[in-house]
């Protein structure tokens, strides 16, 4: 019942209208050179914001070293392992980008999925017992497993999709000059109109992440969890407040020359708001009002810039698959050496831009990163009961 009335004051049914609207006018307005600098600059930040998180973390999960002192029986499993993998994911990522159907990206995304097949059974250990001429047959399971590997769709909106169709639109109607502006128009209608609900929707705030929050508590079957994986959430929570409130503020000071933490006041009800709904993409509305209105950014800069990053740039989700992956190495005794590590650091990376900004979808990255390895990909429900609240909080250090 609380997150039916939750649904009341959730902002991830607007998302899509600003992702669309927002990112075409703000392509639009911008010229394709100017857009080109930016939109490198952007990557570039990205990326790197992101290697630094996921250094930070294997840093502090090497230097804490949560699973030493446990072990992997003495931890309750929750959920079941994702059946994915690193081509998969990868190959998931590129068709995502390119839909078949416009339409259908907007409430649905490709995933490939691995259907089991059944096992066959031979026959095997004929044995002949004179004088009797029995023939005794032993049926044997053939325990080799095959899959076939099956394209499906999944529930969500498929924002890489939206994105690349959504700049390539938005650079054309920039060319076409006054031919484009009926187009610019309707989006910057759309827009405002949008931005008029998020504000209604503000003033209720409060209610809806209170019955959020009780519906999480209300979820929580076992509470002997938090004490034994104690250890392994400070690591992550350490992590995540290194790099918000130091690593983060540090890099803008340098760039921007301004107080930091006046920037990061400005945005603390987008923060708030990715740390109770768990989305980045859903958060959107609520960032641009407050990058835009709060902080005073330049709209064809955050329309431009903000959902990109919304997508891609998953800071906190990469720290969060490091320090796990590694823990679950300690838990069962696996000794890393460097290239492992590094290995670790480049999949982390890469698996958070292919989380798409989705609740829960660490989880199945994380496989990726725990296969690349050589880690048992089954060791991901170890962690299972601890992701909605580490998942939450590495969302609210995405942006």
Same mark, same amino acid.
């Given at each position: ?11 991830? +049914? ?36 992101? $290697? ?9 999960? #090497? ?33 995502? #980008? ?7 990206? +907007? ?22 017992? =004179? =004088? ?27 924002? %890489? ?6 700049? &390539? ?33 503000? +003033? ?23 004490? *034994? ?11 995540? &407040?290194?790099?918000?409130?130091? +690593? ?25 708001? &990715? %740390?109770?709904?768990? /989305? ?18 330049? *709209? ?45 650091? $480049? ?7 292919? &989380?798409?900004?989705? =609740? ?15 880690? =048992? ?8 009961? #601890? ?8 969302? /609210?250090?995405?942006?």
């Amino acid at each position: 019942h609380f997150k039916v009335l939750f649904r009341l004051f959730n902002y991830e +049914c607007m998302s899509l209208c600003l992702i669309v609207g927002l990112l075409l006018t703000g392509v639009a307005a911008l010229d394709s050179e100017v857009s080109g600098k930016i939109g490198l600059r952007a990557v570039i930040y990205y990326f790197s914001t992101t $290697i630094i998180a996921v250094i930070l973390g294997i840093i502090l999960v #090497m230097t804490i070293k949560p699973g030493v002192s446990q072990e992997a029986e003495n931890i309750d499993r929750a959920g079941t392992t994702p059946n994915v993998t690193t081509v998969d994911t990868l190959l998931d990522l590129l068709r995502n #980008m390119f839909p078949e159907n416009l339409v259908q990206a +907007c409430f649905q995304q490709y995933k490939t999925k691995r259907k089991e097949l059944e096992p066959g059974k031979v026959l095997s250990n004929t044995t002949t017992i =004179p =004088p009797l001429a029995i023939t005794v047959m032993t049926v044997v399971e053939n325990i080799t497993r095959e899959y076939k590997i099956v394209g499906a769709y999944s529930d969500g909106i498929n924002v %890489l999709g939206l994105i690349v169709f959504c700049v &390539a639109f938005g650079l054309v109607i920039g060319k076409m000059g006054d031919k484009g502006r009926i187009l610019l128009e309707f989006f910057d209608a759309l827009n405002e109109a949008t931005m008029k609900l998020v504000q209604i929707i503000m +003033c209720y705030m409060p209610f809806g992440i209170l019955f959020l929050i009780a519906a999480k508590i209300i979820e929580v079957e076992d509470w002997e969890i938090f004490r *034994k994986m104690g250890l392994y959430m400070v690591t992550v929570l350490s992590g995540l &407040a290194i790099h918000a409130t130091i +690593c983060l503020p540090f890099i803008f000071f340098i760039i921007v020359r301004k107080n930091p933490y006046t920037f990061t006041l400005g945005m603390a009800q987008a923060l708030v708001t &990715a %740390l109770m709904i768990s /989305s980045s993409s859903a958060t959107l509305p609520v960032t641009f009002r407050c990058a835009e209105e709060n902080n005073r950014i330049d *709209k064809r800069i955050t329309r431009f810039v903000l959902p990109v990053g919304a997508t891609i740039n998953m800071d906190g989700t990469a720290l969060y698959e490091a320090v796990a992956a590694i823990f679950i190495a300690q838990l069962n005794d696996y000794p890393l050496d460097v290239g492992q590590i590094v290995t670790i650091s $480049i999949t982390a990376t890469v698996a958070s831009i292919g &989380a798409a900004g989705v =609740p829960n979808a660490g989880l199945i990255t994380m496989v990726i990163v725990l296969t690349g390895v050589g880690l =048992p990909a089954s060791d991901v429900t170890l962690i299972v009961a #601890m992701d909605w609240l580490l998942f939450s909080t590495t969302q /609210s250090k995405s942006f």
